[in-house]
């Protein structure tokens, strides 16, 4: 509906406007099978007999995925039409998801969800890529914010959805109905608005040097890299903490199922993510550094919780979901700003990948904690983790700490 009033015209939008809500739907939509391995993570666990290692791997491998590739897709929207790494990209996650649904084991999941996070890696920097090809100034800073704010929305639906179908029809089906997402996305290529004269300009010979002096850039790379070890060690992990809480005697409560409570709380980060970043345009980058350091104090928080009462750990685990991902708009919008404009599809692809390894690296270090410290069973073996997992938004927030201006913008 959204989409047929912005092509007819009754609701009415700038072209940044309309840029910006196209390319959120379209990111959204891509985003549906983000979360369906870390809602099912129990259930598929049971029938593949996976121990915690290789969940952790298999919930990681997605963001390895999209670490692999995005450096080679970001970066040739440069030279190529993004919108062709858009459409290709979106095809793949489909297959990717429906072939999950036949998977029979860990080696095969874990190769498909490689496959899965390829296919964000063509959508999420091409799109924002292509967002600020359209967009300038204020309304580039806004629109990059809001763009990556959305991950927030689609994560959340992911982990709803998944949790919603698998309570119908069983795990292979949230993967089947997960891969519908991106075939919606397809819909916003044809209804974008022609790229800004500026951004049309022919990009320079493919060169990461420049980029890696840009020291206000790399401050936000290094941020990033901290952020998503923290949000996807969280999110692969929040559904089995949350069911093994419940599990312990006098923590029983009526509930939506975990995925279900994941994904509201992923739905809180929303409008979150929308004001930091509001309030970092406006007071600058000390908004972004307490928001880590508060993602930190929740994560020790659960830290030395681990194991009590559900009254204590729910509020936690919901409050990390939120403030883990709370200042990644703010920083995705720096990064943007820092970028040299006739390189910016090179900066972002160096930006996401550093992020999307330590993506990968986060909830994989999580689950060789637990294992180290007796398993998922016990309480100090989930200490470890959450004291891992804060690990992240410290150098996030340390990185933005010591941030210079960029050069050019001085």
């Not at 989409?3 to 609701?11: D, M």
């Not at 099912?40 to 692999?68: H, K, P, V």
């Not at 916003?188 to 320079?204: Q, T, W, Y």
């Given at each position: 509906?959204?989409?047929?009033?912005?092509?007819?015209?009754?609701?009415?939008?700038?072209?940044?406007?309309?840029?910006?809500?196209?390319?959120?739907?379209?990111?959204?939509?891509?985003?549906?099978?983000?979360?369906?391995?870390?809602?099912?993570?129990?259930?598929?666990?049971?029938?593949?007999?996976?121990?915690?290692?290789?969940?952790?791997?298999?919930?990681?491998?997605?963001?390895?995925?999209?670490?692999?590739?995005?450096?080679?897709?970001?970066?040739?929207?440069?030279?190529?039409?993004?919108?062709?790494?858009?459409?290709?990209?979106?095809?793949?996650?489909?297959?990717?998801?429906?072939?999950?649904?036949?998977?029979?084991?860990?080696?095969?999941?874990?190769?498909?969800?490689?496959?899965?996070?390829?296919?964000?890696?063509?959508?999420?920097?091409?799109?924002?890529?292509?967002?600020?090809?359209?967009?300038?100034?204020?309304?580039?800073?806004?629109?990059?914010?809001?763009?990556?704010?959305?991950?927030?929305?689609?994560?959340?639906?992911?982990?709803?959805?998944?949790?919603?179908?698998?309570?119908?029809?069983?795990?292979?089906?949230?993967?089947?109905?997960?891969?519908?997402?991106?075939?919606?996305?397809?819909?916003?290529?044809?209804?974008?608005?022609?790229?800004?004269?500026?951004?049309?300009?022919?990009?320079?010979?493919?060169?990461?040097?420049?980029?890696?002096?840009?020291?206000?850039?790399?401050?936000?790379?290094?941020?990033?890299?901290?952020?998503?070890?923290?949000?996807?060690?969280?999110?692969?992990?929040?559904?089995?903490?949350?069911?093994?809480?419940?599990?312990?005697?006098?923590?029983?409560?009526?509930?939506?199922?975990?995925?279900?409570?994941?994904?509201?709380?992923?739905?809180?980060?929303?409008?979150?993510?929308?004001?930091?970043?509001?309030?970092?345009?406006?007071?600058?980058?000390?908004?972004?550094?307490?928001?880590?350091?508060?993602?930190?104090?929740?994560?020790?928080?659960?830290a030395i919780t681990a194991g009590g009462p559900v009254r204590i750990v729910l509020p936690l685990l919901v409050l990390v979901q939120v403030t883990s991902i709370g200042d990644v708009g703010a920083l995705t919008s720096g990064a943007v700003d820092a970028a040299d404009a006739a390189r910016r599809g090179a900066a972002l692809s160096v930006y996401a990948f550093t992020g999307y390894v330590t993506a990968f690296a986060g909830p994989v270090v999580a689950g060789v904690a637990l294992d180290w410290f007796g398993g998922a069973a016990r309480p100090e073996a989930w200490s470890a983790a959450f004291a891992a997992i804060a690990l992240g938004s410290a150098v996030a927030a340390c990185a933005v700490a010591a941030a210079r201006p960029h050069p050019d913008r001085a």
């Open positions: 509906m959204l989409l047929s009033a912005i092509r007819s015209g009754s609701f009415r939008l700038g072209a940044a406007g309309k840029a910006t809500v196209l390319l959120s739907f379209g990111l959204m939509t891509n985003l549906v099978p983000l979360a369906t391995f870390a809602a099912m993570i129990l259930a598929i666990n049971r029938t593949w007999g996976l121990n915690a290692s290789e969940a952790g791997w298999i919930g990681g491998i997605y963001f390895a995925g999209y670490a692999m590739s995005v450096p080679v897709l970001a970066s040739a929207t440069d030279k190529l039409d993004g919108r062709w790494i858009f459409v290709g990209s979106s095809l793949l996650s489909v297959a990717s998801s429906l072939a999950f649904a036949l998977a029979g084991g860990f080696w095969t999941g874990l190769w498909l969800r490689f496959l899965s996070g390829a296919s964000l890696a063509g959508v999420q920097m091409p799109g924002l890529k292509l967002l600020a090809d359209r967009t300038s100034g204020r309304a580039r800073a806004r629109g990059s914010a809001i763009y990556t704010s959305c991950y927030a929305l689609g994560a959340a639906g992911s982990f709803l959805l998944a949790g919603v179908v698998e309570g119908f029809s069983g795990w292979r089906s949230t993967f089947v109905v997960s891969s519908i997402g991106p075939l919606l996305g397809l819909a916003v290529i044809p209804l974008l608005p022609p790229v800004l004269e500026d951004a049309a300009a022919a990009a320079p010979r493919l060169d990461f040097r420049p980029i890696f002096r840009n020291r206000a850039l790399m401050a936000y790379v290094i941020a990033f890299a901290g952020n998503t070890w923290e949000v996807f060690a969280v999110r692969v992990w929040f559904v089995a903490y949350l069911t093994w809480i419940l599990g312990l005697p006098g923590n029983r409560l009526t509930l939506p199922g975990p995925a279900v409570i994941s994904g509201l709380a992923s739905l809180v980060g929303f409008p979150v993510n929308i004001a930091v970043a509001e309030l970092a345009l406006r007071y600058g980058r000390s908004v972004v550094i307490m928001t880590s350091v508060i993602s930190v104090l929740v994560c020790i928080a659960l």
